[in-house]
């Protein structure tokens, strides 16, 4: 498990991280990623799933970010066309139409130079 901070406007220079996060994970990793896959098969597409989460600290939540993986035969797995968010705390997934579309638009293009 991976575990990404999210800083705005540290680009150099001396930093210090001191952390101490206490909180309980409702929502663990293994039902994050079937979340994730049971929503891309029901609304983008039955050739993606969700791969391994990695788990994000934001300001306010801890979030799981579910890659999404596409798949097609006989191909097999072309790669990541996108990320969902998912709530750690309360397992609601965190999507909207743009980010819907984006995943489309990736899953198209990676066909397009898998067949190219």
């Given at each position: 498990?991976?575990?990404?901070?999210?800083?705005?406007?540290?680009?150099?220079?001396?930093?210090?991280?001191?952390?101490?996060?206490?909180?309980?994970?409702?929502?663990?990793?293994?039902v994050?990623?079937?979340?994730?896959?049971?929503?891309?098969?029901?609304?983008?597409?039955?050739?993606m799933?969700?791969?391994?989460?990695?788990?994000?600290?934001?300001?306010?939540?801890?979030?799981?970010?579910?890659?999404?993986?596409?798949a097609?035969?006989?191909?097999?797995?072309?790669?990541?066309?996108?990320?969902?968010?998912?709530?750690?705390?309360?397992?609601?997934?965190?999507?909207?139409?743009?980010?819907?579309?984006?995943?489309?638009?990736?899953?198209?293009?990676?066909?397009?130079?898998?067949?190219?």
């Amino acid at each position: 498990m991976t575990v990404a901070f999210h800083t705005k406007n540290v680009n150099r220079g001396q930093v210090q991280v001191d952390i101490r996060i206490q909180a309980s994970l409702n929502v663990s990793a293994f039902v994050a990623r079937q979340k994730v896959t049971g929503y891309v098969v029901d609304h983008i597409s039955d050739h993606m799933a969700g791969d391994e989460p990695n788990l994000v600290v934001e300001a306010d939540r801890l979030l799981w970010r579910v890659p999404v993986q596409l798949a097609v035969l006989p191909q097999g797995r072309l790669g990541q066309v996108g990320t969902i968010d998912v709530d750690a705390q309360n397992g609601q997934l965190l999507t909207n139409s743009l980010l819907i579309e984006d995943i489309k638009r990736n899953a198209r293009a990676l066909v397009e130079r898998s067949i190219a």
